[in-house]
């Protein structure tokens, strides 16, 4: 990825994209029009085209034709457009649709809100990538529909899907199996008629950068380890900021599917001694986990506040052993999580 100066700035409204914008949620079918709308379109087409195709699973055409939907009427260029002519964003699923403008985050938002009014089993999946500086990092978001017993990845910024070579036309590769065979971009059925597909590659960039680039973390149902490296360092401190990536440890959605976040530390200074956290909020019932190593450091949320510039002391300087925050809920598959501003290392 080319670095954010040399190009354009209208690629960066995407580059920069609001990936956690897939938790807004709908707000009733009475006050969501269009949503509705869209839902039964998705129906009628994934029924249509199922007639035809006894042999391919439903989930199959209904996730097509919910991807073939978004993309077409959620813009990327078009919410460029908005942001250059400094007009308000849309910020709801409903409010996409009516000014037809969106980024990845707001294309999984819609496709996960139409999949779950379908009774479609899906996931987000979201990719981090971590730039040669913190500052330089981006990301991007896809989801994943499961059928037959396997997930299957769906990138609908750019309306893309992955057929295994030699299997049936719906059984589709899932991000594991595409980052495993250096042969998956071969495999990208993609809308290459798209502007915004056309923008990107004018550019010099790579909207299928998440298929083989290795520094990226990825989070499937948001569970996954997000690496985060020294961003400032004042005195013998050094400040771990999350720059475009989760501020957040634990879970946030109850739901089967999706998991915890879990922040480990790059690179640490091995003579630190002090974990620091400045909280900004939590929420459910669980523990804040620091860890060193083996050795675990656990804070109940009953003892943690908002505002608060939480320390922990370890036994001894960390080495070079792996540290980093987890958050555990007290209910296996609960809801437990804290929100942190920066973390910081010591003596």
Same mark, same amino acid.
């Given at each position: 990825?080319?670095?954010?100066?040399?190009?354009?700035?209208?690629?960066?409204?995407?580059?920069?994209?609001?990936?956690?914008?897939?938790?807004?949620?709908?707000?009733?079918?009475?006050?969501?029009?269009?949503?509705d709308?869209?839902?039964?379109?998705?129906?009628?087409?994934?029924?249509?085209?199922?007639?035809?195709?006894?042999?391919?699973?439903?989930?199959?055409?209904?996730?097509?034709?919910?991807?073939?939907?978004?993309?077409?009427r959620?813009?990327?260029?078009?919410h460029?457009?908005?942001?250059?002519?400094?007009?308000?964003?849309?910020?709801?699923?409903?409010?996409?649709l009516?000014?037809?403008?969106?980024?990845?985050?707001?294309?999984?938002?819609?496709?996960?809100?139409?999949?779950?009014?379908?009774?479609?089993?899906?996931?987000?999946?979201?990719?981090?990538?971590?730039?040669?500086?913190?500052?330089?990092?981006?990301?991007?978001?896809?989801?994943?529909?499961?059928?037959?017993?396997?997930?299957?990845?769906?990138?609908i910024?750019?309306?893309?899907?992955?057929?295994?070579? =030699?299997? $049936?036309?719906?059984?589709?590769?899932? +991000? *594991?199996?595409?980052?495993? !065979? @250096?042969?998956?971009?071969?495999?990208?059925?993609?809308?290459?008629?798209?502007?915004?597909?056309?923008?990107?590659?004018?550019?010099?960039?790579?909207?299928?950068?998440?298929?083989?680039?290795?520094?990226?973390?990825?989070?499937? =149902?948001? $569970?996954?380890?997000?690496?985060l490296? +020294? *961003?400032?360092?004042?005195? !013998? @401190?050094e400040i771990?900021?999350?720059?475009?990536?989760?501020?957040?440890?634990?879970?946030?959605?109850?739901?089967e599917?999706?998991?915890?976040?879990?922040?480990?530390?790059?690179?640490?200074?091995?003579?630190?001694?002090?974990? =620091?956290?400045?909280?900004?909020?939590?929420?459910?019932?669980g523990?804040?986990?620091?860890?060193?190593?083996?050795?675990?450091?656990?804070?109940?949320?009953?003892?943690?506040?908002?505002?608060?510039?939480?320390?922990?002391?370890?036994?001894?300087?960390?080495?070079?052993?792996?540290?980093?925050?987890?958050?555990?809920?007290?209910?296996?598959?609960?809801?437990?999580?804290?929100?942190?501003?920066?973390?910081?290392?010591?003596?």
């Amino acid at each position: 990825m080319a670095p954010a100066r040399e190009n354009p700035p209208w690629i960066f409204t995407w580059l920069i994209c609001l990936v956690f914008s897939v938790s807004v949620q709908a707000e009733g079918p009475s006050k969501t029009p269009l949503t509705d709308r869209a839902v039964e379109q998705v129906r009628r087409q994934a029924k249509y085209m199922a007639r035809g195709n006894q042999s391919a699973a439903p989930e199959f055409f209904s996730a097509l034709a919910t991807t073939n939907f978004v993309q077409a009427r959620i813009s990327s260029l078009n919410h460029s457009i908005l942001n250059i002519e400094k007009k308000n964003l849309p910020s709801s699923v409903e409010q996409c649709l009516e000014k037809r403008a969106g980024l990845c985050g707001n294309h999984v938002a819609a496709f996960l809100e139409i999949s779950k009014r379908l009774k479609l089993r899906a996931r987000p999946v979201e990719f981090y990538f971590r730039g040669d500086k913190p500052q330089k990092n981006h990301s991007h978001i896809c989801v994943e529909v499961f059928y037959r017993g396997h997930w299957r990845l769906f990138d609908i910024t750019w309306g893309t899907y992955f057929p295994i070579p =030699g299997s $049936r036309h719906d059984d589709l590769a899932d +991000v *594991t199996r595409l980052r495993s !065979d @250096r042969r998956s971009r071969d495999w990208a059925v993609t809308n290459q008629s798209d502007l915004w597909y056309r923008q990107w590659i004018t550019a010099g960039l790579d909207p299928l950068e998440y298929l083989d680039t290795p520094r990226v973390d990825i989070l499937r =149902g948001r $569970r996954g380890t997000i690496r985060l490296r +020294v *961003t400032a360092r004042e005195g !013998d @401190r050094e400040i771990f900021r999350p720059i475009n990536q989760p501020n957040y440890v634990g879970r946030n959605e109850s739901h089967e599917d999706y998991g915890p976040v879990v922040a480990v530390l790059e690179n640490p200074d091995p003579k630190a001694t002090v974990v =620091g956290l400045d909280i900004l909020g939590l929420a459910g019932k669980g523990s804040l986990v620091v860890f060193c190593g083996e050795k675990r450091h656990t804070i109940p949320f009953a003892d943690i506040k908002a505002g608060q510039a939480l320390k922990i002391h370890l036994s001894q300087p960390i080495g070079t052993r792996r540290v980093g925050l987890e958050a555990r809920p007290d209910e296996p598959g609960g809801v437990g999580y804290v929100v942190y501003r920066v973390i910081t290392l010591g003596s």
